[in-house]
């Protein structure tokens, strides 16, 4: 790739991963979507899709937890069952 895909890329997480965190949902839903417009095939777009809504859940999740307002024990819950189901 060229820097100036790259940084188009990095452009485009931005753009959706800030829409996505106000609409409440994951920026994948629009990132990929626009990554296979943009002539990207769609088994390269998926997982930068998936990269971007880890970082921004990490990225939320942090602040959540700095601000106190996660429950713990059902997070813990709830993260079995998902990490189960994705594996």
Do not use: K, W, Y
Not at 8 to 28: C, D, E, P, Q
Not at 62 to 83: K, P, S, W
């Amino acid at each position: 790739m060229d820097i100036a895909r790259d940084l188009m890329i990095v452009a485009l997480a931005l753009a959706t991963s800030t829409l996505g965190a106000i609409g409440g949902l994951g920026g994948a839903i629009i990132l990929v979507p626009l990554l296979t417009l943009g002539g990207m095939s769609i088994s390269s777009a998926a997982p930068l899709g998936l990269v971007s809504v880890i970082a921004g859940s990490v990225a939320a999740g942090r602040r959540q937890v700095g601000d106190g307002t996660v429950n713990h024990r059902f997070a813990v819950v709830t993260e079995l069952g998902a990490t189960s189901g994705a594996v």
